[in-house]
C-alpha cells in the first residue's frame, strides 16, 4: 500500500521508463489467426484479472500490494519477551516469501499478533487500530478464511489462529471473531480453514492473529512456526477494480525485486485493450475503471490536473478504510512502492510517481475502447478529461506536447522534452476520441467538441512529420530536454512500430523504407527484433509490435511466420518475457537526462521476466488487431489538413501559399532543424510566404494545424 506520509526515495530500478511512452486504442479488422483457441495470452492476462477476485489477502508475500492487513499488533501478558515475526522469510509455501515466526515462553504468560487494517492520519504515520478509530474492512460474503502453516522441523508447536475479535470495549469493536483453537503444527505444511458460516463480518479490523503460551506448548522455551498464502475465500467473486503487476514476482536477492507489486498504466491500458479485443469484457471493464478510479482520486492533485500517473500498487488501487493521504484524500489510489523493514522507510519510484504524457493516450484509448462495448459515459468522459489534460501540455513554440510532470509529489517538475511516440499516441488517440463523439452526439462536461481534438491531433502529426527522416527511413525519438534538439542519441524501435501503425496510409512517409531500416537496425540473429540497434537480444514488446505491423502493411506472410516464432517462445501458460535473457539494453536512463545531456540514474533494461504489457501485445498480435488505427472523421478525412494551403519549390525558393489570415508558417528540416526563413506572409489570404532553402533535401511545411512535405 502506498504511505504518502513517509518518506519517499527515488529508487533505481530496472523498469522501463516510459520516456517515449505510445499510442493506443482502434479497431482493425480481427483475424482469425489465433484460430479456434481464441488467444492464450489473452486468457491469461484474464485469469490474472480474476485470481483478485475470489480472495482478499492477508499475506501473500513480502511488501506484496495484495496484502489487504499490514499493520502489526504485539499482544501478551505475563513475564515474556515479544515475539518477533521475519515476513520476508525465503521458506515459502507458495509465491517468494513466508512469514518466521520466534515466540519466547514463559510460564503463566502468553503472547501474540494481529494482523491488522490500521488506520493513517493525514500527515502522520500508519498505525495499528486497537479499537479507536473506525477503520475496519466490511468482508461479507468471505466464507472461509485459508491460510497455510508448519513448525521449525523437528520441533513441532501448539497454536491458536482466529478471525476478528479487535477492541472489546472500544468504540469501535470488530463486528465478529472466530478461531480454529489450539491446533498442531509440524514439520509440513499445512492449509488450515476457519469457517466464517454466521460470523458477523460487516466490520472487522484484525484480519488474521495468533497467539501461543506455554501450557499448550509444555518443557519449551520457545516455538517456531512459519505462516503463508492467508487469505479470505468469497463466496461470489468480488466486483472491484483491479491492477494486474507489470511483471512476475522474483525473489528478494534478485535485482528487480522492488517492482514485484507495481501495476504501470501503460500495461494496464495495453491489458484493457487485450481484454476487449479477446471478447473478455468482464475483465477489461474491472482493469478500466482501476484506470477510471486512479484518475478521480488521485492522492495529491486535483482530479484530473494531471491525468494518470505512471505506476500504480498492483491489485485493487482502492486505499484501504480509514486511510487517508498527506493532502487530506480519502480514497485515493494507492502508488506503488516498498516498504523497508531495516531502515523502516517507504520508499517510492520517481518514474512510477510522475505523469507521463503517453501513458495517458494510452489509457484515452483503453477508455474509448471499453466505451464503445459497455456505452457507459463514464469512460467517454474520462476519456475526454484526460486529452483536455494533455492539451494543457502542448507547446505552441516547439510543436508537440511536452512529456508530462517528473518527480515526486512536493518537487514535480514539467518536462522539456517532446516525445515522437508521445505524439503518435496522441494522434491515435484524439482521432478516436473525435470519432467517438461525432458517432455518439455526446457533448462532453468539458466543452470540447470533436473538431477540437481532431485539431490537436493533427498538431500531433505535424510534429512526428518533422521527426521522420524520410532518407533513412525511420523516427527519431523527439527532442532533448530543451524541446528544441533534436534526440539523436537511441533509435528505439517502437516510435518506428507505431508510427507505421498510426500512419501506415499516410503519403507523408514510407511505409517500405521504414519496414527495411528496422530489418537493418534491429534484427537479431536467431530472434526478432531489440530495443535498440546493440542486438544484444530480443525484446519481445517490440518484436510483437512489429509482426502487428507486417498484418498492418499487408505482409500477411510475414506476419504469420513471426508470430509463430513468438507463440514458441512463450511460456506454457500463454503469457511472455520482457526479453529473451537478463540485462538487454536500451541506452535510455531511468529518471532521464540532465539538460547537459548526462544521464540520471542507471541504464533502464529489460530481463527475461514474464511481462504483462509485452502478453497484452502478444494477444493482440494473436487477434490480429492494430490499437493505433487512427479513425477516419464522418467527412472521411484522416486529419484536419485544409486541402487550400499549397507549397512548391522553384529556383531553391520555397512558395507557400493558400494561407490563413495570421496564420504562423514554419519550416523544418526532415531531420526536425527549424529553417530561418527571410520573407514573412504579409497576412492577406492568398498571399505566398517565401523562404530562401540552404541545400537540397526535405522540409516540413506547417502552417496553423496543416503540413506538407516538399523536397527540394
Not at 187 to 200: P, S
Not at 434 to 440: H, I
Not at 474 to 499: E, Q, S
Request: proline share 4%.
Amino acid at each position: 500500500m502506498e504511505m504518502n506520509t513517509l518518506k519517499t526515495v527515488s529508487r533505481r530500478l530496472s523498469i522501463r521508463l516510459k520516456i517515449l511512452s505510445t499510442a493506443c486504442c482502434a479497431w482493425f479488422a480481427a483475424s482469425a489467426v489465433a484460430g479456434a483457441d481464441g488467444s492464450p495470452a489473452a486468457e491469461w492476462l484474464a485469469a490474472q484479472v480474476d485470481a483478485h477476485s475470489g480472495r482478499l489477502y492477508v499475506y501473500a508475500d513480502y511488501s506484496d500490494s495484495r496484502n489487504a492487513f499490514t499493520q502489526r499488533g504485539v499482544m501478551g501478558e505475563g513475564r515474556v519477551d515479544d515475539p518477533v515475526m521475519d515476513e520476508a522469510c525465503a521458506e515459502a509455501y507458495a509465491g517468494i516469501t513466508s512469514v518466521r515466526v520466534h515466540v519466547p515462553l514463559a510460564a503463566n504468560s502468553w503472547s501474540g499478533y494481529y494482523f491488522g487494517n490500521g488506520f493513517l492520519e493525514a500527515g502522520g504515520a500508519p498505525g495499528f487500530n486497537w479499537g479507536d478509530v473506525r477503520a475496519g474492512m466490511d468482508l461479507r460474503g468471505a466464507r472461509k478464511l485459508v491460510f497455510h502453516a508448519r513448525a521449525e522441523s523437528g520441533r513441532g508447536a501448539r497454536v491458536n489462529f482466529f478471525v476478528g475479535g479487535v477492541g472489546s470495549g472500544k468504540r469501535y469493536p470488530d463486528s465478529g471473531r472466530k478461531e480454529t483453537g489450539y491446533v498442531v503444527l509440524t514439520d509440513e505444511w499445512k492449509r488450515f480453514e476457519i469457517d466464517l458460516a454466521g460470523v458477523d463480518l460487516s466490520y472487522i479490523s484484525g484480519g488474521f492473529g495468533w497467539v501461543a503460551n506455554r501450557t499448550s506448548n509444555p518443557d519449551k522455551n520457545n516455538i517456531v512456526f512459519y505462516l503463508d498464502e492467508i487469505y479470505y475465500e468469497f463466496t461470489s467473486p468480488r466486483p472491484v477494480p483491479v491492477f494486474p503487476a507489470s511483471y512476475a514476482a522474483v525473489p528478494l536477492d534478485r535485482e528487480g525485486y522492488f517492482i514485484n507489486s507495481v501495476a504501470y498504466s501503460y500495461d494496464v491500458a495495453m491489458t484493457t485493450l487485450a481484454l476487449s479485443y479477446a471478447g473478455k469484457t468482464e475483465q477489461a471493464y474491472r482493469v478500466a475503471d482501476g484506470l477510471l478510479f486512479a484518475l478521480y482520486h488521485d492522492r495529491k492533485f486535483a482530479a484530473p490536473a494531471r491525468g494518470l500517473r505512471n505506476g500504480y500498487s498492483a491489485g485493487d488501487p482502492t486505499s484501504f478504510p480509514g486511510w487517508v493521504s498527506a493532502s487530506g484524500k480519502s480514497p485515493f489510489a494507492k502508488l506503488t512502492g516498498f516498504f523497508d523493514v531495516a531502515s523502516q522507510v517507504w520508499f517510492e519510484d520517481y518514474y512510477s510517481d510522475s505523469y507521463s504524457t503517453g501513458n495517458n493516450a494510452w489509457a484515452i484509448l483503453a477508455f474509448l475502447e471499453v466505451w464503445r462495448q459497455s456505452k457507459k459515459t463514464e469512460y467517454l468522459e474520462a476519456a475526454c478529461a484526460v486529452a483536455d489534460y494533455i492539451v494543457t501540455l502542448k507547446d505552441n513554440a516547439n510543436g508537440g506536447f511536452k512529456g508530462g510532470w517528473e518527480g515526486f509529489d512536493d518537487s514535480q517538475q514539467k518536462a522539456g522534452y517532446i516525445s515522437t511516440e508521445h505524439c503518435i499516441d496522441i494522434y491515435s488517440a484524439f482521432s478516436q476520441l473525435a470519432c467517438e463523439l461525432e458517432k455518439s452526439g455526446h457533448t462532453p462536461s468539458g466543452g470540447h467538441n470533436a473538431a477540437f481534438y481532431r485539431e490537436n491531433a493533427a498538431y500531433a502529426r505535424t510534429f512526428v512529420m518533422r521527426m521522420y527522416d524520410s532518407a533513412g527511413g525511420f523516427f527519431y525519438t523527439g527532442t532533448k530536454p530543451d524541446g528544441k534538439t533534436v534526440n539523436r542519441d537511441v533509435y528505439p524501435l517502437d516510435v518506428n512500430t507505431w508510427g507505421l501503425l498510426a500512419f501506415y496510409n499516410d503519403p507523408a512517409i514510407d511505409v517500405r523504407k521504414i519496414l527495411s531500416a528496422i530489418e537493418e537496425r534491429f534484427a537479431v540473429e536467431g530472434g526478432l527484433y531489440d530495443f535498440n540497434s546493440d542486438t544484444d537480444g530480443t525484446w519481445w514488446e517490440g518484436s510483437l509490435q512489429k509482426i502487428v505491423a507486417e498484418k498492418v502493411t499487408g505482409n500477411d506472410a510475414k506476419y504469420r511466420a513471426q508470430l509463430a516464432v513468438a507463440n514458441a517462445a512463450a511460456e506454457a501458460d500463454g503469457s511472455i518475457t520482457a526479453a529473451d535473457r537478463d540485462g538487454v539494453s536500451t541506452g535510455l536512463w531511468l529518471e532521464g537526462v540532465n539538460p547537459d545531456g548526462t544521464p540520471k540514474g542507471n541504464e533502464w533494461k529489460y530481463n527475461r521476466r514474464v511481462h504483462t504489457g509485452a502478453t497484452a501485445w502478444l494477444a493482440i498480435a494473436q487477434l490480429g488487431r492494430n490499437p493505433l488505427e487512427p479513425c477516419v472523421s464522418q467527412s472521411g478525412s484522416v486529419q484536419p489538413v485544409a486541402a487550400r494551403m499549397q507549397a512548391l519549390v522553384r529556383d531553391g525558393r520555397l512558395h507557400v501559399s493558400g494561407l490563413g489570415q495570421n496564420t504562423p508558417v514554419k519550416v523544418y528540416t526532415a531531420s526536425g532543424g527549424e529553417v530561418a526563413c527571410i520573407v514573412s506572409p504579409t497576412g492577406a489570404v492568398t498571399e505566398t510566404f517565401v523562404c530562401d532553402l540552404p541545400a537540397r533535401g526535405v522540409y516540413i511545411v506547417t502552417a496553423g494545424t496543416e503540413s506538407r512535405k516538399v523536397i527540394y
